[in-house]
């Protein structure tokens, strides 16, 4: 039965990717709190129950509106 929660590490919010689009077959290590302490590899297909999917593709950046030089 499929869980509602479940999803692949690639779209994870706590694979730790290189890039925005990490592809299947890229491997990296998973920074979900509880399963940290696993120290687990884990590749773009794999996935599990714990799964929160990203918010965003990038984190936004916020820039300071210049200081007028009046
Ligand atoms: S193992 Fe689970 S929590 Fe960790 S990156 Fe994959 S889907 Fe996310």
Sequence with gaps: ???ASWGNCKNCRFFAAN???PGAEEVQ???QPE???YAL???G?????AY?????ETVPTYEE???SMN
């Design 1 to 3: 039965m499929a869980d």
């Design 19 to 21: 890039g925005d689009e």
């Design 29 to 31: 290590s998973c920074n």
């Design 35 to 37: 399963l940290k302490q």
């Design 41 to 43: 590899v884990v590749s």
């Design 45 to 49: 297909d794999s996935g599990c129950n």
């Design 52 to 56: 929160e999917a990203r918010t965003g």
């Design 65 to 67: 509106p210049a200081p």
